[in-house]
């Protein structure tokens, strides 16, 4: 076994980053760590180490690749669909909405490239 730390990032090709980066910051708050030339940025939820990566790609046209789906874990169950809302609002879609469990809803949303969030 190879020991680790955790995650260092999640890369996402996006067709737009300028876009990209709206969104993830209107809709989850994330903020703005550094860019790494013009095409690729470095985004943190504030308070965490946890990275997402956005990289302008015309490969962003193909789908998602091999990441089926990521998750933010929201600080008010409660708020679900709220969140819903914002993310719509930000030109992102609702894919599906359920519960793993009673008492444990979900929804799996996407961003404006098709990325595929659990809520």
């Known amino acids: 076994m190879i020991e680790t730390q955790g995650l260092t990032h999640i890369n996402l090709?996006?067709?737009?980053?300028?876009?990209?980066?709206?969104?993830?910051?209107?809709?989850?708050?994330?903020?703005?760590?550094?860019?790494?030339?013009?095409?690729?940025v470095f985004l943190r939820p504030p308070g965490t180490h946890d990275t997402i990566t956005l990289q302008q790609s015309p490969d962003a046209a193909r789908g998602a690749g091999n990441i089926d789906h990521f998750g933010f874990r929201l600080a008010d169950r409660g708020q679900l669909d709220r969140a819903i809302e914002e993310v719509i609002a930000a030109g992102g879609a609702l894919v599906e909405r359920g519960e793993h469990q009673p008492g444990s809803p979900y929804a799996y949303v996407t961003d404006p490239d098709g990325h595929v969030i659990e809520l």
């Open 13 to 40: 090709l996006v067709a737009d980053i300028h876009r990209a980066k709206a969104f993830y910051e209107k809709v989850f708050g994330l903020q703005e760590i550094f860019w790494d030339g013009p095409g690729l």
